[in-house]
């Protein structure tokens, strides 16, 4: 079974000090890792994916299989940078598509 | 740009009553998902369906039914609304590893 763990509910940081949101995953196979965000009133988006290996709003995410991680990173944290954040991993469903599977969420409040 | 859409934002029903939560996609994906959002549990899959009257049940299939008889549209059916189905429901689709979402239904079972 795959598990996705968010170890943090809520991670309060000052505005310019560094971000860390840590994840770690369960999963048998080649994990695919995702980081969605969800900004107040705003449909849930993607942020990251560990396979493009891309920095998204000055977010990177570096997938470490032997500790089975996935941590959020920004070196300087903004004011709109405060949200929600869900790690989830892909696997297959076993009946026809891949499936999600979500942490249960970080709130992130950057104070001014 | 893929668009999902639900066909509300907030609606109020009242316990036992029959609810259907529409939600439609636009890019011929072949697989769409509803989730149910809570505060400390993060979203929790209701039901998926990969393909055009195909349904399987997610984690947390109990009290809910799904309808896909076109590809762009799956439906969730609370059969007999409770309370404790009171929740923000977001439905997704993909064609692959990446889902798109919808802006959510917020319910209000009363």
């Given amino acids: 079974a795959q598990r996705v763990t968010q170890p943090e509910k809520l991670l309060s940081v000052f505005k310019g000090a560094p971000v860390e949101l840590k994840c770690n995953y369960s999963y048998s196979g080649s994990p695919e890792l995702f980081w969605y965000v ?12 560990h396979i493009s290996r891309e920095s ?3 977010f990177t995410a570096d997938l470490n299989k032997g500790e089975t991680s996935f941590h959020l990173k920004k070196p300087f944290a903004q004011e709109e940078d405060s949200a929600m954040y869900y ?11 891949y499936q999600l ?10 104070i001014p | 740009d893929v668009k999902v859409t639900q066909s509300s934002r907030y609606l109020v029903k009242r316990t036992g009553e029959k609810v259907f939560l529409e939600c439609v996609q636009d890019m011929d994906h072949e697989n769409m998902f509803w989730y149910r959002q809570d505060p400390g549990l993060g979203l929790r899959l209701i039901y998926f369906s990969y393909d055009v009257k195909m349904k399987e049940k997610g984690d ?4 809910y039914s799904v309808s896909r008889e076109k590809k762009e549209r799956f439906s969730l059916i609370l ?8 929740s923000m ?7 692959g590893y990446e889902q798109y979402f919808g802006p959510g239904t917020r319910l209000t079972v009363t």
């Fill in chain 2, 60 to 63: 947390i299939p109990e009290g």
């Fill in chain 2, 89 to 95: 429901y977001l439905c997704a689709s993909s064609t």
């Fill in chain 1, 38 to 49: 969800q900004y107040s009133r705003q449909r849930l988006q993607l942020l990251l994916r």
């Fill in chain 1, 87 to 97: 790690c989830a991993l892909s696997g297959w469903s076993g009946a026809g598509s």
């Fill in chain 2, 79 to 86: 059969e007999s609304a409770s309370t404790n189905q009171t």
């Fill in chain 1, 101 to 110: 599977t979500f942490g249960k969420g970080t709130k992130l409040s950057v």
């Fill in chain 1, 56 to 58: 998204i709003k000055g």
